[in-house]
């Protein structure tokens, strides 16, 4: 194995266990702070895969803005900590767990039947200006979709988070 | 030469199981939300895998569009919980049974 090999098994394991960790924690804000090493470790990885850009994007956008997001409606909402899982019949549980296990088998017969994928990956990189300048040269009008998707979800978050009027005060002013 | 491509298919696929159990089993509204930021991020994890295995540069591109879906879906996600808890005081998935007869 190679130096490369061990250094993508030990951020694979890092990414799994604070990934197992982060959605069986009861507190909500546990779970935010192992998910924040869950992505760290997945920025590393993308390092490892050759895409430096999209590691720091990583780091910045996922560890760094949505879970701060998360962090901040968390400590916004004073939730108390809910009961674990749900005690659902086995009835319930037995076709879910039925199709899931079944879905697994058939994508693990499928990863190691596929020829194409047991081919080694290769240590390539692709620097941020190759990347930006594919970017906009192949998938400018993508781009610019993207962008009017932020502003809408912008002015979508504005209108659900105002403050809705008061019942009461729209009365009496309608009364004076 | 890091590993077969087959190796980081495998760890995409636990993290989106991982993802799609929590969204699931779980009543928390936060949590669920968790659960799909993991599926994505399991998602974009193929993509990085995809982009070095056949040497093309789309897989990458596609990661971007990944992240700036993410972010507009945790907003607007996050919105939404919020004004649900300032309606109803809870962000338990159970309560919203407001539509049962």
């Known amino acids: 194995m190679t130096l490369f090999g061990t250094i993508f098994y030990l951020l694979a394991f890092i990414l799994v266990a ?39 994007l990583e780091v910045i956008v996922y560890a760094g ?23 659902a019949a086995l009835a319930q549980w037995a076709p879910a767990i039925i199709l899931g296990a079944g879905s697994l088998m058939i994508a693990a017969v499928m990863v190691f039947v596929d020829p194409a994928t047991g081919h080694p990956l290769k240590t390539l990189r692709a620097g941020p200006a190759e990347l930006g300048r594919f970017l906009f040269r192949e998938y400018w009008f993508p781009v610019e979709i993207a962008s009017f998707l932020l502003l809408i979800a912008l002015v979508g978050t504005l209108y659900l988070g105002r403050q809705e009027k008061k019942p009461g005060k729209v009365q009496a002013k309608e009364s004076l | 030469m890091i590993v077969p491509f087959s190796h980081v298919l495998l760890l995409a696929l636990f993290l989106f199981l991982m993802g799609a159990a929590c969204a699931v089993a779980r009543r928390n509204l936060i949590m669920i939300l968790i659960g799909v930021e993991i599926m994505l991020n399991s998602a974009a994890l193929v993509f990085v895998g995809a982009s070095l295995r056949w040497e093309q540069l789309d897989g990458q ?19 939404l919980i919020v004004s649900s808890h300032r309606r109803t005081g809870s962000v338990n998935a159970d309560r919203y049974n407001l539509l049962r007869g």
């Open chain 1, 65 to 87: 803005a949505i879970m701060v997001l998360f962090l901040f409606i968390v400590m916004m909402l004073r939730i108390t900590p809910s009961g674990g899982p749900r005690k």
């Open chain 2, 61 to 79: 591109v596609l990661v971007i569009f990944i992240l700036t879906v993410a972010a507009a879906e945790v907003a607007v996600g996050l919105a």
């Open chain 1, 18 to 56: 604070s990934t197992v960790l982060a959605i069986t924690r009861r507190q909500a804000i546990h779970a935010v702070i192992y998910l924040i090493i869950s992505f760290v470790a997945t920025g590393m990885i993308f390092y490892l895969l050759g895409a430096p850009f999209l590691a720091a």
